[in-house]
């Protein structure tokens, strides 16, 4: 399974970002998100390890793989046989930025739990891009 969304925001990339990447403070802003706790260091890096809970689904450790400062973050969990990678890119866009946001699930038991909750990932999805929108336009 392989999901894509984006928004275009009315603010500044430079504004965009630390609200995107500040990920322990995603619950003041995202519905979807009860918590998260760092468990290396507060900021994402590569290696970076983050204890997330989302509402109606299990905790997991997400362990951000890739980082391109003011422009892009991925970080990815395992469970039950499959890996889901949550992509998460900014560019500037007129006076604004966009905001594209990836979610995929690769492995033996993608097909099984894309089947029975991939509804939800993609509308969690679409929350986090709506939801980052609404916080970041003035």
Not at 16 to 27: D, K, L, S
Not at 43 to 66: D, E, H, K, S
Not at 67 to 88: K, N, V
Request: with cysteine.
């Amino acid at each position: 399974m392989r999901y894509e969304t984006g928004t275009e925001i009315g603010a500044r990339p430079e504004e965009v970002w630390p609200v995107m990447t500040g990920v322990e403070r995603w619950p003041d802003w995202l519905p979807t998100v009860a918590s998260v706790q760092a468990l290396d260091s507060g900021a994402p890096r590569p290696g970076a390890r983050f204890r997330l809970v989302q509402r109606r689904t299990p905790p997991a450790v997400w362990t951000v793989t890739a980082f391109t400062p003011d422009r892009e973050f991925t970080w990815e969990t395992s469970f039950l046989g499959a890996r889901m990678t949550a992509e998460h890119h900014l560019e500037a866009a007129g006076g604004g930025s966009r905001v594209r946001l990836v979610l995929s699930l690769e492995g033996r038991a993608a097909p099984l739990l894309a089947s029975i909750a991939g509804a939800r990932m993609r509308r969690f999805v679409d929350i986090e891009a709506t939801a980052l929108k609404w916080c970041c336009e003035p």
